[in-house]
Nanobody, 121 residues
């Protein structure tokens, strides 16, 4: 099993930046593909960005391309999401997830963190 713990959320004004972190433990980090998802109240969970932990290939939702960057520190088993030019519509609970394949589909991921809240005013 993989344990995932997110941090770095908070409240920011529109146009600001935040960096989220996700610390992974309990399994070999490179065995999984990692992704960030978000869910706003009353909305479905949506994929934001994903990364292949071995090749480093990345995949983004159209809504965040050019503003968000997913990255990782394999030595620290830590996933990051740099969010720039934040918009009110980016406000949500953000989750990191681990699964066997690179995807932005939530059901493709087996392990989830508890989430970190991002508020944009």
């Amino acid at each position: 099993h993989v344990q995932l713990v997110e941090s770095g959320g908070g409240s920011v004004q529109a146009g600001g930046s935040l960096r989220l972190s996700c610390a992974a433990s309990g399994a070999t980090y490179s065995s999984y593909r990692m992704a960030w998802f978000r869910q706003a109240p009353g909305k479905e969970r949506e994929g934001v960005a994903a990364i292949h932990t071995v090749s480093g290939s990345t995949y983004y939702a159209d809504s965040v391309k050019g503003r968000f960057t997913i990255s990782q520190d394999n030595a620290k088993n830590t996933l990051y999401l740099q969010m720039n030019s934040l918009k009110p519509e980016d406000a949500a609970m953000y989750y990191c997830a681990a699964g066997p394949s690179l995807s932005l589909i939530p059901t493709r991921y087996m392990y989830w963190g508890q989430g970190t809240q991002v508020t944009v005013s």
